[in-house]
């Protein structure tokens, strides 16, 4: 499987996600790790020619959520580029599509229900997502399922959002999980995403 994470952005020293994903080690299965530039564009070909290269049963890419609370896998990728601020490359794109001709949005792979669900029975805090924003994470969430549905069919995949670690929330006293948590979750999230094929059906709406 894939497992993928970002380079710091924004100003940030670090990323959780890549922090994470660096220490998760494979149990049971064969992993290969990723670190995607923080880069319109740039991140997807990465992805594109990571994907290329070998075959992978299933993707899960990984994003920081700074001032969310817990792990967050995402349910939806919209087909929208709308950045609030540039890019490591300096772009800022508005109101652009992701992939152009593409479907407004893609649903995830992930049997997300079910990966809350195993994150909460060991006490991490998790909720489902239906949003991953408008700025690179959901540009590499929409370009992942984009590669899945016209090149890679047999692939599963989908988008995790966790929030910032204690170090880089410190200052703001911001929601936080260490990054060994992280990657605990993140361990969970692969493997139940492994093993379910179908979610559960239960109820992960909200109100607004």
Not at 44 to 72: E, K, M, P, S
Not at 111 to 122: F, G, Q, R, T
Not at 160 to 179: D, I, K, M, T, Y
Request: aromatic share 6%; net charge negative.
């Amino acid at each position: 499987m894939l497992l993928t994470g970002f380079e710091p952005f924004g100003g940030e020293r670090t990323n959780p996600s890549w922090d994470a994903v660096d220490v998760v080690r494979p149990d049971g299965y064969r992993l290969v790790k990723l670190r995607l530039p923080c880069v319109f564009g740039e991140s997807i070909a990465v992805l594109r020619d990571v994907l290329a290269a070998r075959r992978y049963d299933l993707v899960v890419c990984v994003g920081q959520a700074g001032g969310r609370a817990g792990i967050t896998p995402e349910r939806v990728a919209v087909n929208l580029d709308d950045a609030r601020i540039p890019d490591n490359a300096g772009a800022r794109p508005i109101d652009e599509p992701v992939a152009p001709g593409g479907p407004a949005a893609y649903f995830t792979g992930l049997p997300v229900k079910a990966c809350v669900a195993a994150l909460e029975a060991e006490g991490i805090p998790a909720s489902v997502s239906h949003s991953a924003g408008t700025f690179v994470c959901n540009h590499v969430f929409y370009g992942l399922m984009h590669l899945i549905a016209t090149e890679h069919p047999d692939v599963r995949g989908g988008f995790v959002h966790v929030p910032f670690s204690p170090e880089q929330a410190e200052a703001g006293g911001h929601p936080n999980l260490p990054v060994a948590t992280t990657a605990r979750a993140l361990e969970l999230i692969v493997r139940t995403s492994l093993t379910t094929s179908t979610d559960l059906r239960v109820t992960a709406g909200t109100l607004h």
